[in-house]
């Protein structure tokens, strides 16, 4: 089965790509370093999709801004998805967060929006929610180099981001489901304590800068705000702790 991955030069993505290259598929990705702006659309996305039956969709960008992440969130969702109605494509799988319609940060404003213009778009569709990524922890540290590592207080469930590539390419192969069950790691975290041991486990000195973000943003995001809902206990998990991730990224030698 020929199947386009947007994005799928970026983390997950990549992952992606190789579950389905392993599982005998055909990926195609969709990206700018591959000739396609999804932005922009146009003929090199019609072209990309020329015989594809199903999309995955992990694109991303980079911002805080509420604006931007509803702009670019936007106008992708409705490029790949008129494109994808033009050359036949017949299931269009996109990944999004757990509880970005409980906390309210920028960025979970455009994937809110991710999920609206696909919802309401003219292909079957399905929604993978999943809880922050075990490399959630490095990307925190390395936004801002230097001395001081400051990190938001968060708690979340990390899920190993290799775990969800291959859950999103078994929905991807199955029937449009809608809204697929949130997928979630295997234990609750805190973001503060996987950086620290990040930091320990690298070897790096600097200053771990613990912050609440403000009001109801940072009551969620230290409360239940971005794990599963209550009753959501029986969706699909990751088998990786972070602990075991953490061992695999830097060695045994390294954590203990």
């Known amino acids: 089965m020929r199947i386009a991955v947007a994005g799928g030069t970026g983390l997950v993505g990549r992952y992606v790509v190789e579950e389905l290259a392993a599982a005998g598929h055909e990926p195609v990705v969709l990206s700018r370093s591959r000739g396609v702006d999804l932005v922009a ?14 999309v995955v969709d992990v694109s991303n960008v980079t911002t805080t801004s509420a604006k931007k992440a509803v702009a670019f969130f936007d106008t992708v969702g409705r490029q ?3 494109a994808g109605a033009r050359a036949g494509v017949r299931h269009h ?6 509880g970005i319609d409980r906390v309210g940060l920028g960025y979970y404003r455009g994937k809110l929006r991710q999920e609206d213009v696909v919802r309401n778009g003219p292909l079957p569709w399905t929604v993978l929610r999943a809880t922050q990524f075990h490399e959630f922890a490095a990307q925190t540290l390395d936004r801002v ?22 859950h999103l390419v078994d929905l ?18 805190q973001l503060v304590d996987m950086a620290r041991r990040l930091l320990r486990a690298r070897h790096e000195r600097r200053l ?39 061992v695999q990224q830097v060695g045994s030698h390294a954590v203990q």
């Open 41 to 54: 659309g146009g003929a090199a996305l019609d072209a990309a999709l020329e015989g594809a039956e199903a």
């Open 80 to 82: 790949l998805l008129d």
């Open 172 to 189: 991807t192969l199955a029937p449009a489901r809608g809204m697929a069950p949130d997928l979630a790691g295997p234990r609750v975290e």
């Open 208 to 246: 771990l800068l613990p912050v609440r973000m403000p009001g109801a943003t940072g009551a969620a995001m230290t409360g239940d705000g971005q794990l599963p809902l209550p009753g959501g206990e029986s969706g699909p998990r990751g088998s990786q702790t972070f602990e075991e991730w953490l």
């Open 93 to 98: 799988v996109v990944l999004s967060i757990v």
């Open 145 to 166: 180099p230097g001395p001081v590592a400051v990190v938001p207080r968060m708690r979340t469930q990390p899920i190993a981001a290799r775990e969800v590539a291959r």
